[in-house]
T-cell receptor, first 111, second 119 residues
Framework: GIQVEQSPPDLILQEGANSTLRCNFS?????LQWFHQNPWGQLINLFY???GTKQNGRLSATTVATERYSLLYISSSQTTDSGVYFC?????????????FGAGTQVVVTP | DAGVIQSPRHEVTEMGQEVTLRCKPI?????LFWYRQTMMRGLELLIY????????DSGMPEDRFSAKMPNASFSTLKIQPSEPRDSAVYFC?????????????????FGPGTRLTVL
């Protein structure tokens, strides 16, 4: 199956700092999503981004499908950004709808 | 829409008991997924349905686990008998394959999860 690698595994930020999270995947995909799992365990949809660039407030994401990676940018981080960020992909050749998750990046934003 | 609804939110049971987790997908969504999240294995897909029919159950760990979707608005995941290693957070997710509903095709939306503890 497809491999999904996220880096870094852990990130500690001071409030107001910017950061970049990376997701590498091993095969062509027709779906890529970024999620934020907050400290209460809820999985929040951030972006559906199989290719291209999107922005939502302080967050933005870019997927370069031909090079098999995606980046999530957090600007002017806030303590509410703390949690785990997951990248998940659906392989083109795999069963329809099957999302494969990366291991996540644990982000802690300190005041 | 209220989003994906799961119940109960927390379940504590004793080894050997039957556990039933419930999910209501987003109205109009034709795909429903069950995931399990553990520290050791992360988020893994257990089974998914399309139009109430199970499509891929290769992630179901063993025969103690079963899932049903009797209609488009309800699904259950049952564990019988439960074991301590089943302790995890179980998520339900749904998505639509019908264009024109205001969200991208293929985007999955997750419920709040059920935290299961088997003693």
């Amino acid at each position: 199956g497809i491999q999904v690698e996220q880096s870094p595994p852990d990130l500690i930020l001071q409030e107001g700092a910017n950061s970049t999270l990376r997701c590498n995947f091993s095969d062509s995909v027709n779906n890529l999503q970024w999620f934020h799992q907050n400290p209460w365990g809820q999985l929040i949809n951030l972006f559906y981004i199989p290719s291209g660039t999107k922005q939502n407030g302080r967050l933005s994401a870019t997927t370069v499908a031909t090079e098999r990676y995606s980046l999530l940018y957090i600007s002017s981080s806030q303590t509410t950004d703390s949690g785990v960020y997951f990248c998940a992909v659906e392989q083109v050749t795999d069963s329809w709808g099957k999302l494969q998750f990366g291991a996540g990046t644990q982000v802690v934003v300190t005041p | 829409d209220a989003g994906v609804i799961q119940s109960p939110r927390h379940e504590v049971t004793e080894m050997g008991q039957e556990v039933t987790l419930r999910c209501k997908p987003i109205s109009g969504h034709d795909y429903l997924f069950w995931y399990r999240q553990t520290m050791m294995r992360g988020l893994e897909l257990l089974i998914y349905f399309n139009n109430n029919v199970p499509i891929d159950d290769s992630g179901m760990p063993e025969d103690r686990f079963s899932a049903k979707m009797p209609n488009a608005s309800f699904s259950t995941l049952k564990i019988q008998p439960s074991e301590p290693r089943d302790s995890a957070v179980y998520f339900c997710a749904s998505r639509t394959s019908f264009p024109g509903q205001g969200v991208p095709l293929n985007e999955q939306f997750f419920g709040p999860g059920t935290r299961l503890t088997v003693l």
